[in-house]
């Protein structure tokens, strides 16, 4: 029985990067295009991709998740399998053939994915961190990120994507998938081109900062036994992140007061960071030359200050109460 297939596509202001998006999907599938409050002709560009256009309203608080949600609406009912892909991205071809062929084999599939590669790794290290980042080995997986085939009726049973959170909801969904017996698996093929376009240190340390609130945040909303993940992340996140600062107190009160046992405290929480570069370093350097590898430990160890950002952003944000904004790190563009 041949499956039917919707895209949904989420973008606002991607520019050149949105052409060449709607064009990698082709006509093979039913597409919808969910625009963000775009004011670089994107609604057009889709338009004339024959593509269903949902606008959404920019009235309410945006989310990737929000936009996902609006878009599978959107698709009709007879959609068995869904691609979701954001803007920045062109799919590779014969991914949906071999996605939907992947869930017609087994039913107890909910999500399939594959190796998701950067346009221009060259472009800068830290387009170069994220094509390492998206390298997830073939076979059984615990989560999966932006671009993913998933099957309607599990997405439904699931009840969508969480339309608040700013940060890490496909992380949420993939757990409330497992809870409900689903399973997810990373596929041996191409799925799609991503342009990070992260050319600058602030664009990835405020991404970095994004990633600590959805470790807060998915800590808060799962724990325990096989969900606990992200839980321990964060325990990481504030032990390398905060401790230091702690280092460097006690060592100024030892030696302000003349006390050798707080100076020597200190001094011990200050070489963690140290410590850990080691440490991931030797690891990386088991897969990798050595610059390779102590230019991804270092870019883990300097990303704790600022996901323990994201961290404070997050409890701030839930103590008071007040509805976080976006995170945003890219230039929109085009």
Request: net charge positive; glycine share 10%.
């Amino acid at each position: 029985m041949t499956r039917a297939i919707g895209v949904v596509i989420i973008g606002r202001n991607e520019g050149e990067r949105l052409r060449r998006c709607l064009e990698s999907v082709g006509s093979a599938a039913e597409v919808v295009y969910v625009d963000s409050g775009s004011s670089d002709g994107s609604v057009a560009a889709a338009m004339r991709s024959c593509a269903q256009i949902v606008e959404l309203d920019m009235g309410q608080p945006f989310t990737a998740a929000r936009a996902r949600n609006a878009g599978r609406e959107a698709l009709p009912s007879s959609c068995d399998y869904i691609q979701f892909v954001d803007g920045d991205c062109m799919l590779q071809p014969g991914w949906l053939e071999h996605a939907a062929a992947a869930l017609d084999a087994d039913e107890g599939l909910a999500v399939v994915f594959g190796r998701r590669r950067e346009v221009v790794p060259e472009a800068s290290v830290y387009n170069w961190l994220c094509d390492i980042e998206w390298a997830v080995p073939p076979g059984p997986a615990r989560y999966f990120g932006g671009d993913a085939m998933i099957r309607a009726a599990a997405l439904d049973q699931a009840g969508g994507y969480p339309a608040e959170m700013i940060a890490g909801e496909e992380p949420d969904l993939a757990m409330r998938l497992r809870k409900l017996g689903w399973r997810l698996e990373c596929l041996p093929y191409e799925m799609t081109l991503h342009d990070a376009a992260i050319l600058h240190f602030g664009q990835w340390w405020r991404r970095a900062e994004r990633s600590g609130h959805a470790y807060a945040e998915l800590a808060a909303r799962h724990s325990g036994g096989a969900y606990g993940d992200y839980r321990r992340r964060l325990l990481g996140v504030l032990a390398l992140g905060l401790l230091p600062a702690v280092g460097l107190i006690l060592l100024a009160a030892g030696l302000m007061i003349a006390r050798l046992g707080l100076g020597v405290a200190g001094i011990a929480l200050l070489a963690l960071p140290l410590l850990q570069l080691a440490r991931l370093t030797a690891k990386e350097r088991r897969i990798r030359p050595l610059r390779g590898a102590v230019t991804i430990a270092m870019f883990r160890v300097i990303a704790k200050p600022a996901q323990v950002l994201g961290v404070a952003r997050y409890w701030l944000g839930r103590l008071s109460g007040k509805r976080p904004a976006l995170i945003e790190y890219k230039r929109l563009d085009g």
